[in-house]
């Protein structure tokens, strides 16, 4: 395979899509967001793809929008330098928490972003993620949804090289 070498323990370290490629569920109509929650915490990532009833994936749903339009009021955001422990702006929090956990998904759906194949380079899918302003990138083969390639999963990866070559000068 292109891209690859030894690990620290000897054994090859490919560096392309599928090699760091994390599988996961796709998120759905009537998923609520404590099943996204649910979803997204135990595969280690921040996003699923959203399919339509026919299953082709139309859509994603990040944590960050959920969280965002769900518990963060603009002037908050824009206060944000200046909040402090003893502050709590937010009236019933947590009682907010708990409604929005059996809410729906729908309303968090965006649009989808750029895809990549699974036989892709892994600088390809660094780069598209670059251009896009995201830290993940959905795999898919055609139609069919494989995965999700994360920054965090890439620098794993690397991490995983046995031999540090000193950059040049």
Partial sequence: ??????????????????????QTVTAHAGM???ELFEACGQAGVQALPFCAADGKVTGRVTLKNVLRRSCLPEYVIEMAPMLNASMSCVEGAEDKAREILCCPIEPYVQTLHKTISSDAPLIKALALME?????????????????????QGIAASMSGLAVCIPARP
């Fill in 32 to 34: 609520s967001v404590r």
């Fill in 131 to 151: 251009k896009n302003d995201t830290s993940y990138i959905f795999v898919m083969d055609g139609e069919d949804y494989r995965g999700v390639v994360t920054i």
């Fill in 1 to 22: 395979k292109r891209g690859h070498g030894p690990s620290s323990d000897g054994k090859d370290v490919t560096m392309d899509v599928e090699s760091v490629m994390i």
